[in-house]
C-alpha cells in the first residue's frame, strides 16, 4: 500500500502563489507515475500535472500550463505542485494520486491523498 499526504492548501488572492506538498510512504516503488488532480464543486476531477519519479519528466493540462509546476524529491518521496499566477478558476480541492502508468485519467491511479482545499479569491 502507499500512503498520500497533501498538504499546503490555503486561502489567496487572485495573481498569488502556493506550493502544495505530496509525502509518500508504503510501497513507493509502485507508484512510477505521480500526479496532480484537482475538483472544484460540482465538477469532475480534473488533471492538473504529472511526472515520473525516476526521470522527472513532467506533464501539464493547458489549463496551468506556464503558471504551474511540478517536480519531486526522491530522497524525501515528496512531490510539489508551485502554483502560481492563481486564478479565481483554480479554486478546488487538490489531490495527490500515484499510478504505476503514465496517465491524465483519475481512474487509472491506485493511490490517492485525502485532498487539500486551494481557494483563491477573486
Known amino acids: 500500500q502507499v500512503q498520500l499526504v497533501e498538504s499546503g492548501g490555503g486561502l489567496v488572492q487572485a495573481g498569488g502563489s502556493l506550493r502544495l506538498s505530496c509525502a509518500a510512504s508504503g510501497r513507493t516503488f509502485s507508484t512510477y507515475v505521480m500526479g496532480w488532480f484537482r475538483q472544484a464543486p460540482g465538477k469532475e476531477r480534473e488533471f492538473v500535472s504529472g511526472i515520473w519519479w525516476a526521470s522527472g519528466h513532467t506533464y501539464y493540462a493547458d489549463s496551468v500550463k506556464g503558471r504551474f509546476t511540478i517536480s519531486r524529491d526522491n530522497a524525501k518521496n515528496t512531490v510539489y505542485l508551485q502554483m502560481n499566477s492563481l486564478k479565481p478558476e483554480d479554486t478546488a480541492v487538490y489531490y495527490c494520486?500515484?499510478?504505476?502508468?503514465?496517465?491524465?485519467?483519475?481512474?487509472?491511479?491506485?493511490?490517492w491523498g485525502q485532498g487539500t482545499q486551494v481557494t483563491v479569491s477573486s
Open positions: 494520486a500515484g499510478t504505476a502508468y503514465g496517465s491524465k485519467w483519475p481512474y487509472e491511479y491506485d493511490y
